[in-house]
Nanobody, 123 residues
Framework: QVQLVESGGGLVQAGGSLRLSCGAS????????MAWYRQAPGKSREFVAS??????TDYVDSVKGRFTISRATSEGTYLQMNSLKPEDTAVYYC??????????????????WGQGTQVTVSS
């Protein structure tokens, strides 16, 4: 069974940066779509960003220009988060699919999920 493990979360002041990493226990090269989601307290899980193996990316409007998702084929995916805001506070989850998903923002397409890493942005 493939496991995804996120790391890199923490507490940061508004305006700061964090880099999240998502690694796979095996077969990371086989994931053609990877993504990051987040869930804030009392809210539903929200799509943040996705990346195809070839490098094409997509972002939710609220993070465009501040977050960058990247793909390391043999390792997993990264999320560079700059200019963080208090509203970015959430548990961030990594997701993966072996398919090229047409709708990368829909959580139903992803087979594998990590346990999440907490990101807290103080004002």
């Amino acid at each position: 069974q493939v496991q995804l493990v996120e790391s890199g979360g923490g507490l940061v002041q508004a305006g700061g940066s964090l880099r999240l990493s998502c690694g796979a226990s095996r077969d990371a090269f086989s994931f053609n779509t990877m993504a990051w989601y987040r869930q804030a307290p009392g809210k539903s899980r929200e799509f943040v960003a996705s990346v195809y193996t070839g490098g094409s990316t997509d972002y939710v409007d609220s993070v465009k220009g501040r977050f960058t998702i990247s793909r390391a084929t043999s390792e997993g995916t990264y999320l560079q988060m700059n200019s963080l805001k208090p509203e970015d506070t959430a548990v961030y989850y990594c997701a993966a699919s072996r398919n090229f998903l047409a709708d990368t923002a829909s959580p139903s397409g992803y087979t594998y999920w990590g346990q999440g890493t907490q990101v807290t942005v103080s004002s």
